[in-house]
């Protein structure tokens, strides 16, 4: 089992910054790949970002690329979303996703981020 955690979600105003943070515990070495997923409402969970275990191969959602960058620390079993110049069409839950070697996936609980038009 792997457990995620998310934070640093908040309300921005259009063209702020936020970070979220996803600190993973459990069986974090049987983890291969990270990301952040967003759900607005009425619409269905998108992919945002995600990050390979060596951090060397990324993917972006087109609505983001330029914007966000994800990172990771695997001392620390966390991974990053650093959002700039974020947009009313950014607001949306914010979710932690985990894969592992045995095709798992684990997601966090979420965390709200608000860009108010």
């Known amino acids: 089992q792997v457990q995620l955690a998310e934070s640093g979600g908040g309300s921005v105003q259009a063209g702020g910054s936020l970070r979220l943070s996803c600190a993973a515990s459990?069986?974090?070495?049987?983890?291969?790949?990270m990301g952040w997923y967003r759900q607005a409402p009425g619409k269905e969970r998108e992919s945002v970002a995600t990050?390979?275990?060596?951090?060397?191969?990324?993917y972006y959602a087109d609505s983001v690329k330029g914007r966000f960058t994800i990172s990771r620390d695997n001392a620390k079993n966390t991974v990053f979303l650093q959002m700039y110049t974020l947009k009313p069409e950014d607001s949306a839950i914010y979710y932690c996703?985990?894969?592992?070697?045995?095709?798992?996936?684990?997601w966090g609980q979420g965390t709200q981020v608000t860009v108010p038009s």
């Open positions: 459990g069986r974090t070495g049987s983890v291969y790949s």
């Open positions: 990050i390979s275990r060596s951090g060397g191969s990324t």
């Open positions: 996703n985990a894969r592992t070697l045995g095709s798992n996936e684990y």
